[in-house]
Each structure stands twice: as C-alpha cells, then as structure tokens.
T-cell receptor, first 112, second 114 residues
Framework: SQQGEEDPQALSIQEGENATMNCSYK?????LQWYRQNSGRGLVHLIL?????REKHSGRLRVTLDTSKKSSSLLITASRAADTASYFC????????????FGPGTSLSVIP | GAGVSQSPSNKVTEKGKDVELRCDPI?????LYWYRQSLGQGLEFLIY????????KSGLPSDRFSAERTGGSVSTLTIQRTQQEDSAVYLC????????????FGPGTRLTVL
C-alpha cells in the first residue's frame, strides 16, 4: 500500500513550543500533502510538496521531504492553542497518478 | 466561490434501509473523491472520479456501496441494506485537475445506522 503512516499518533505540547510530525510512505510519489482537521473547520489542505522539492514553507509551517527515505515531516513553529487538531499526510503515487491516499493522522494537542 | 457541499449533514436510518448521500463539488473541478471516516480514525478511501474516465472503485468495502457522478459534477453515494458498521462520517472532496490535486473537502454527512 502507498498509504502514509504518521508518527507519533498523538502529541501534546505547551503553547509556544514547536511540534514535529512525521510521515512515512512506501511507494514512489508525485507529491505529498498535509491536511489539518479540527471540529470547527473540517479538513483543510495545508501544504503540498512535490517529489523534486526538499523543503517548503508556509507561514509557521515547514515541510520537508526525503524521497530516499520515503519520509516527510511537518514542523509547526510557535504553536498556538488553535493548532490543536488532527494532522494527516496524503500521498499521490506515481503509479496511480493523482489518486490521493491518506494516512491515519497525528492528533496534536496544544495546551494554553 | 462556493465550496464543496454535501447533503444531508446528518442521516439516521434503520438497519437494512438504503441511503443516498449527495456531493456537489466546486464548479470546474474534474476530480471527485469519497472517503469514510469512523470516530477517531483516518480517512478510508472509497471511490475516485476523474473527468470522463472510469471511476476507481477499489476502496468500496462491499457491493452494497455504489456511486455515480452525473455530468461530471454532482455525485451520489448509495449504500444499500445498511449495516451498523456503515455508521461513519462520509466525506466528499474535489480537486481541480490530475495535476492540481490539492483537495477541497465538504463538511461531511454523518450516517448513523440503528
């Protein structure tokens, strides 16, 4: 299966700290995406990184991709209580060109 | 513009009944996905439509599940003879194209089978 696997399953940090979540996958990909899900806003796309990119930034988010290790990380800097949510990585495999498959997610709790 | 909409938002049904869930994607988006999410779990891929191509039905859990997409726009997910294990939130998402595949999600339909 190409499905990504996030690590850790759950993470609890204090407000202001950085949060790092990891995603591993099994097959070659076209791109990898990160999504956030919270009860108020549903599932929202955060950032997409293509297979030929190594790092990408968006505001307080930093995503890295290591295709040799088939892994990605999402770093949220200076976390806020509003960052409390589940975070999912999703992969688009080269062989199934544009079918997006989600991992099981990381549950992040940011304590004020 | 309008986002992805789904109806109904909540559906309670009795075991054995059929249900239809509707998804209206963003206008112009060629790709449409259905996912299922049980409480506290990740997203389970069900079916994927891309333009006029044959849908990828590889995620449908049984032949009680089917979906269609009319005119490349609205999609209906049908579950026949519902079972209690079908209870979940059913999410629909659309994306612009095969290349621009960032997904925009609807709010979901919460299905409860009694």
């Amino acid at each position: 299966s190409q499905q990504g696997e996030e690590d850790p399953q759950a993470l609890s940090i204090q407000e202001g700290e950085n949060a790092t979540m990891n995603c591993s996958y099994k097959t070659s990909i076209n791109n990898l995406q990160w999504y956030r899900q919270n009860s108020g806003r549903g599932l929202v796309h955060l950032i997409l990184i293509r297979s030929n990119e190594r790092e990408k930034h968006s505001g307080r988010l930093r995503v890295t991709l290591d295709t040799s290790k088939k892994s990605s990380s999402l770093l949220i800097t200076a976390s806020r209580a509003a960052d409390t949510a589940s975070y999912f990585c999703a992969t688009v495999a080269r062989t199934s060109y544009d079918k997006v498959i989600f991992g099981p997610g990381t549950s992040l709790s940011v304590i004020p | 513009g309008a986002g992805v909409s789904q109806s109904p938002s909540n559906k309670v049904t009795e075991k054995g009944k059929d249900v239809e869930l509707r998804c209206d994607p963003i206008s112009g988006h060629t790709a449409l996905y259905w996912y299922r999410q049980s409480l506290g779990q990740g997203l389970e891929f069900l079916i994927y439509f891309q333009g006029n191509s044959a849908p990828d039905k590889s995620g449908l859990p049984s032949d009680r599940f089917s979906a269609e997409r009319t005119g490349g726009s609205v999609s209906t997910l049908t579950i026949q003879r519902t079972q209690q294990e079908d209870s979940a939130v059913y999410l629909c998402a659309s994306s612009l194209s095969r290349v621009r595949n960032e997904q925009f999600f609807g709010p979901g339909t919460r299905l409860t089978v009694l």
